[in-house]
């Protein structure tokens, strides 16, 4: 079965950076997009941002588009979301997750299918 596991999670001040990780295991990880969601305190999980397949196309919520960029290294089965000029408003807890079927691009939201545990980030003001 898929297995997805996130780190990187923390603590950081309003405008600085942080790097979380996913790894996956349980089938062949470069065949299946990948992507990032995320849920606040009392909202809807928000669809973060996806990666293709191959890694070569990426796309991103307008919420934060210009400061997130993701990425993924087939040979290590892992992905990654590095945030820059971080906002209180990106705390919520982050969710890694993979597409259910192979071949896909990553960028709807209604096509994955596995998730990881999550891990928080908290952006202090």
């Known amino acids: 079965q898929v297995q997805l596991v996130e780190s990187g999670g923390g603590l950081v001040q309003a405008g600085g950076s942080l790097r979380l990780s996913c790894v996956a295991s349980g089938r062949t990880f470069s065949h299946y997009a990948m992507g990032w969601f995320r849920q606040a305190p009392g909202k809807e999980r928000e669809f973060v941002g996806g990666i293709s397949w191959s890694g070569g196309s990426t796309y991103f919520a307008a919420s934060v588009k210009g400061r997130f960029t993701i990425s993924r290294d087939n040979a290590k089965n892992t992905m990654y979301l590095q945030m820059n000029s971080l906002k209180p408003e990106d705390t919520a807890i982050y969710y890694c997750?993979?597409?259910?079927?192979?071949w896909g691009l990553g960028a709807v939201d209604t096509m994955y299918g596995y998730w990881g545990q999550g891990t928080q980030v908290t952006v202090s003001s």
């Open positions: 997750a993979a597409e259910r079927a192979k």
